[in-house]
């Protein structure tokens, strides 16, 4: 079985200033790696994801995030961010072998202050 | 294209009574999801559909729940005599199967078993 474990619950951060999520999995088997965002009353969205190929993989709107094997890790960032990026972060995995069912970590809260 | 809709948002229940959610994907998605999302922690996989075939069920999943997706549209989630350890936000999902991974999620609907 695949588990997630996001580091930090709260992160506080000023508008324009960097932010990293931190994320690591464990699991026997090769995955696939997810980020969703929750904005306030508003259902998941897919924010970006790796599959296979390059290991940073990057969203529309300026996040970034990259898979590390040997550290089993899929950490967020975003160099600089908005008001806006106010919202629940989730990390998830599912096995890459046709799975269907996604893991999800506990989630980090993100609270950009002007 | 409407995305995933989800009915009721809000139902609050007294201990012991019933209740049913139904979930509306995205028309062409074959797979649907329930996940349950408590205070506090990610969204935690219940079951999944792939058309009309229930396909799997999480062991969360207690005889007091059951789900349908006939003719393999919507989908309904019924709760049977209600306990308070029901509270929670019951997120439905939908896929294409073979779509990369990009689950839609709808909003959600919040459980309050009072």
């Known amino acids: 079985a695949q588990s997630v474990t996001q580091l930090d619950s709260q992160v506080p951060v000023f508008e324009e200033a960097p932010v990293e999520l931190r994320c690591n999995y464990s699991s026997s088997v090769s995955v696939y790696l997810f980020w969703y965002v929750q904005y306030p009353n508003q259902g998941l969205q897919l924010l970006l994801k790796?599959?296979?190929?390059?290991?940073l993989v990057e969203s529309i709107n300026g996040f970034e995030a990259e898979f590390n094997k040997s550290q089993t890790s899929f950490h967020l960032r975003k160099p600089s961010v908005h008001i806006s990026d106010t919202a629940e972060y989730f990390c998830?995995?599912?096995?890459?072998?046709?799975?269907?069912?996604?893991?999800f970590g506990a989630g980090t809260t993100v609270t950009v202050r002007a | 294209d409407t995305g995933v809709s989800q009915n009721p948002r809000h139902k609050i229940t007294k201990r012991g009574q019933n209740v049913t959610f139904r979930c509306d994907p995205i028309s062409e998605h074959n797979r649907l999801y329930w996940y349950r999302q408590t205070l506090g922690q990610g969204p935690e996989f219940l079951t999944y559909?792939?058309?009309?075939?229930?396909?799997?069920k999480s062991r969360l999943l207690s005889d007091r729940f059951s789900a349908e997706r006939p003719k393999g549209s919507f989908s309904t989630l019924e709760i049977q005599r209600t306990e308070q350890g029901d509270s929670a936000m019951y997120l439905c999902?939908?896929?294409?199967?073979?779509?990369?991974?990009?689950?839609?999620f709808g909003s959600g609907t919040r459980l309050t078993v009072v």
């Open positions: 999902a939908s896929s294409l199967s073979e779509s990369s991974y990009g689950y839609t």
């Open positions: 559909f792939q058309n009309e075939a229930q396909l799997e």
């Open positions: 790796y599959l296979s190929g390059s290991t």
């Open positions: 998830a995995v599912t096995r890459s072998s046709n799975d269907y069912k996604l893991s």
